[in-house]
């Protein structure tokens, strides 16, 4: 018996053994998206008419319980809502699942019944998206699938257009860490949009990390670095950003024990991988680059010197458990000066030693992530006063650019900490 | 008269001899289960020690920061005090037993009191560990939670939110054990009474405005919170 006939129902099975085979899979995954699902739909079903007329194609939804009336939605839009004259051209049969999914809540389940639909029906490319995104058109979806269907990618992530003030906890934490350990510059290591080849999916789909922490909490994180940790062919595709619908928002130290326990999570998983590559390598980047945002922030003048020093002395205890003697005096010594200057080097040995910590259990590892969360918050913002003080844009992708190199230069340190502390 | 005397001399040496004869076996039974003991305890005190090594008692010991607490009293790690305080308790076991073999009316019951009293020691000390640990697990997630929303003396909080975990579960160990029951419980109440009283009266008098200003910031409509102005993903 298959491991995943447990997490599939009898009733899908059914559904996917009258599909037979498809050449394309588009996945979304939903919980209470009805605002935006339609539109997500609309654009699939155009998706395929215009760019996969001659393929065998599956939109599946596989949800999770909405209250909302989401899967109604994605089952009631029929082919003609999409593009009319287009749908009339379309030459095989647009396949449509949608189907709630069994085990643990949350999008990795989703997902993993995403894969595991998508090795069944022996799907050469799968494209999974964002039903929370506002303004997905034919093209874009296109512009995932395309490379995964036709230029044998294995996987295929957005690349937007950044300003270097906007997802300071990407620029500054995930994003040149991931560029330091696996080697290869992937711009948006947390995007919840991606395409991938039947190979890659039937790949993760096999992986017993989908019930691990790892998996659970960060489920496109962990695709990512998969990804980059395997033999697979990974590239980029430039996209505009799209707007999502507002959800409650969680607070800082929350985001970053999902995000940063993942991404230490991946790490660990990935161990014998990453330790053994050094330096980094652009990733193949297709198609134009939309145009730059605007930054996100006005110039202001914010001073953390403050928090930083009532940081240190609270957190202290804490601290004392996982940096470096040396690293808590730079901290104190940086604290003092005014307006913070929290220098590059100082924050990845910061960053470093807490996933070094984080891997020898130095303690309750939401509690080590919590106490990263003061320091992060005084590094973004001594690092958005600087940028303040830049003359230009391509100023602070340089700035951007020294801290992926000062994280890729320090990676041995972290190296023999890890491997140290097994 | 003389007679007289030497017979009750006699009989006195006979009883004494007599006595001694019956004794000296004891004696020898006692130190035979003495020494038995020892190496009984002996032979505990490593297969303890073996079987925590084999469960990482030490890596949990430090993951729980049991191990810190211990390096603080000076005391040796968890596995090697786990096993030592069995091999005290095996060894005192039989000693007591040794001197109960002796059959001392004065010291009759010592080793079923001491039967009695193990059990509430072992419940004790697990009071007093768990105490100590749930009180370490509580000052640390509430110094945390405190930091990261900027509550003003953050340390102050957690610090005395441990101190009255462990008082309270040293209290209970205390009671447990028996040890001045009265005195602990009534010492107890009045500090504990004393210090949430004092505790009302400063926070109700002397810092109303900071509790209005506290329940304010809880109740009506949250301002931003630290770092909301950025973008973070």
Redesign the interface.
Known sequence: MDARDSFLSDALLRELMAVGQVDVLVGVPTLDNAATVGGVVRAVQGAFARHFPRQRTLLFNSDGGSSDGTPEIVRSLGPADADTVLASHVLRTMHRISVPYHGLPGRATALRVVFAAADLLQARAVAVLDPDAQGVTPERIAALLTPAARERLDLIVPVYPRAP??????SQLVRPFVRAAYGYRLSEP?AVEFACSGKFAAHCGGLDAWDADVARDGVDLWLKTTGLAGDFRVAEVNLKRLETTTRS?P???D?LAQ?VGTLFGCLEAHADTWRGRAGSERLPTLGDAPAATPS??APEGRDASD?LR??L???DP?LAKVLEPATRAALHQAAATQPLRFEDGLWVATVYEFAAGWHR?A??RD?LI??L??LY?CR??AF?NELASLSSPAAGASRLETLGLEYERAKAGLVERWTHSE | MTQQIIDALRQAWTTFLGDVAAFVPRVAAALSIVVAGWLIAAAARAAVRRVLGWVHVNRLA??S?LAEMLRTAQLPSAEILASRVVFWLVWIGFLLAGVDALQFRSLEGIVVGFVQFVPRLFVAVAIVLVGVLVAN?AW??T??????A?LPS??LLAAGLRFVIVTTSVAIALEQIRVATAVVLTAFAIAFGAVMLGLAIAFGLGGRDVAKRLLEQQFTTRGP?????????
Request: proline content about 3%; overall charge positive.
């Open positions: 003030d906007d997802g300071l906890l990407v947390l928002r607070a800082v130290p985001i995000v996100a922030h928090a009532r940081a002395r609270d957190l804490l259990r303690m309750r509690h919590r106490a969360a003061p918050l973004a913002a958005l | 430090e993951r920061e697990f640390r997630a110094l945390l939670a405190a930091v990261n900027r953050a340390r919170r630290d770092g909301d102005d950025m973008t973070h993903l």
